[in-house]
């Protein structure tokens, strides 16, 4: 169910996010001071590459990360056996897609 | 003897791998009675077609182990004033493993995944014996492991394997952990424990290290398994 790789993989991606998300709640905590409003938001994120790299490399861990979670979860809960590839590839594709595609939306 | 003249309610299972159900007994209490002396008292006095397992009754060739009272135990050494709820006690064969008859438990699939864990020498009898030190790092990181006696009462504690019948389990790594610490191991059983059912599927809950009998620490081995294969990938050595 998992192997080697996809071990290292899963540790990995989770070194990768924790920064990332104590910067999230440190940065959802600071940006809501006065009122959060989308223009606020989207005034400090338009354009700006910084958040842009910050928060597609979480997206892209965070896909990783919850892609070989869900494989575990469904092979020894559900007894998945065949398919375990696919819904992988599936679930990370999936993520990806839709986090790119609100990342793109704010930056 | 006070304890005489009361009566243990015991539950055994009984069945097949097809269905079974359980089946209740009245069995004499006795002063340091085991586990294991319930059972032989019901197949000796109340059902002579009752099928367990056993051999040294002393803790050494790991053959009785059992469900009781939904935890795996070494039945020759479990006292039942340590195990007894309410006078009642519930025995079943080993959980995750296949039922043959009543309260033997189908060991092959338990033994097959030992099969990548075979000691492979590196020397011959015309070499020197390799010297390991006592008090040599390997040695020492070995003892979590070694003193295992196949009982399979971790195998049968792990949800993992519950949940993964694929996964070789904490005996087999545990065994895998005494190979690799063995300078005189000439196999690469790093490569053995890195598969689909390897080592890293292990989620550290510790019902192994909680249940070993022995004492043994299986889920510290398997963490050692982890670390050094991952540290192969990076290191190479």
Redesign the interface.
């Known amino acids: 169910?998992?192997?080697?790789p996809?071990?290292?993989i899963q540790?990995l991606s989770a070194l990768v996010m924790v920064p990332l998300v104590f910067g999230h709640l440190a940065l959802m905590i600071y940006a809501v001071q006065g009122g959060l409003s989308v223009d606020e938001i989207l005034g400090r994120t338009q354009g700006s590459w910084f958040w842009f790299c910050y928060y597609g490399v979480f997206v892209l861990a965070a896909s990783v990360h919850g892609a070989i979670g869900l494989r575990?979860i469904c092979?020894?809960?559900l007894g998945l056996r065949r398919g375990l590839d696919m819904l992988t590839w599936l679930v990370a594709a999936s993520l990806t897609c839709l986090g790119l595609w609100a990342v793109v939306a704010v930056t | 003897m006070s304890e005489a003249a009361q009566e243990l309610t015991v539950s055994v299972w009984r069945g097949d791998a097809r269905a079974g159900a359980f089946q209740g007994f009245r069995v004499p209490r006795f002063d340091s009675q085991t586990v294991l002396d319930v059972v032989s008292w019901i197949q000796q006095n109340a059902d002579p077609t009752l099928t367990y397992r056993f051999a040294c009754r002393v803790g050494m060739c790991g053959s009785c182990a059992m469900m009781v009272n939904g935890v795996p135990r070494w039945t020759c050494r479990t006292h039942v004033s340590k195990v007894v709820e309410a006078g009642a006690l519930t025995v079943a064969p080993l959980r995750n493993l296949p039922v043959i008859k009543d309260l033997a438990a189908d060991m092959d699939p338990f033994f097959e995944k030992w099969a990548g864990s075979v000691h492979e020498p590196s020397a011959s009898r015309d070499d020197e014996i390799a010297e390991i030190r006592p008090d040599d790092p390997k040695r020492a990181a070995a003892s979590s492991a070694i003193e295992c006696i196949n009982c399979a009462v971790c195998h049968a504690a792990c949800d993992t394997v519950a949940g993964n019948p694929d996964y070789l389990g904490p005996a087999a790594l545990t065994r895998a952990w005494t190979l690799f610490n063995d300078t005189r191991h000439g196999g690469d059983v790093l490569e053995v424990v890195s598969g689909a059912g390897g080592c890293h599927n292990c989620h550290s809950m510790a019902s192994c290290t909680a249940n070993c009998p022995n004492e043994l620490d299986p889920m510290s081995a398997i963490a050692g398994l982890k670390r050094a294969t991952v540290r192969r990938v990076f290191r190479r050595d």
């Open positions: 169910m998992i192997n080697r996809l071990f290292i540790r575990t092979g020894e809960w």
